[in-house]
């Protein structure tokens, strides 16, 4: 079953935005397979952002992205990349539909609550770059036969 890594970055803990976040995608009907609270260090900030390197803001990406803890999670489901990257919404907040998590809940595009996956390709590296293979759980989930 395909996999994403989605993040609320520390504008979304510090605004206790966790438990909605984390609400949304159980609701859906995604599959938690891992979840920490962590502080991220620049090398891996640095790293995880790696293709806006030459990009203006990136400095700022990365002190805004290390600047607290962010609650970091693997989620599983029929097409979750894509599915969760519209329940976010738009990169800038102003351009986020209600409804999605930045449409609800930011205002700016240097401050907009959640990070996720945007292709196959950034899932699992990003997922690679946050989480080791025992970190992420493979069990049964009963609701799932109503799913699917
Ligand atoms: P997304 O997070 O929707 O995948 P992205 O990969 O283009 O968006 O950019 C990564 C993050 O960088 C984004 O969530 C917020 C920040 N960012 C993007 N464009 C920006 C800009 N023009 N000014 C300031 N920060 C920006
Ligand atoms: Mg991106």
Do not use: C
């Amino acid at each position: 079953m395909e996999k994403t890594f989605i993040m609320v970055k520390p504008d979304g803990v510090q605004r206790n935005l966790i438990g909605d976040i984390v609400n949304r995608f159980e609701k859906k009907g995604f599959k938690l397979a891992g979840g920490k609270l962590m502080q991220i260090p620049s090398s891996l900030a640095e790293e995880h952002y790696g293709e806006h390197k030459e990009k203006p803001f990136f400095g700022e990406l990365v002190e805004f992205i290390t600047s607290g803890p962010v609650f970091a999670m693997v989620w599983e489901g029929e097409n979750v990349i894509a599915t969760a990257r519209q329940m976010m919404g738009k990169t800038n907040p102003s351009e986020a539909l209600p409804g999605t998590v930045r449409g609800d809940f930011g205002l700016t595009v240097g401050k907009n609550v959640i990070h996720g996956s945007d292709s196959p390709e950034s899932a699992q590296r990003e997922i690679g770059l946050f989480f080791n293979g025992e970190e992420l759980l493979n069990y049964e989930k009963n609701d799932q036969n109503w799913l699917y």
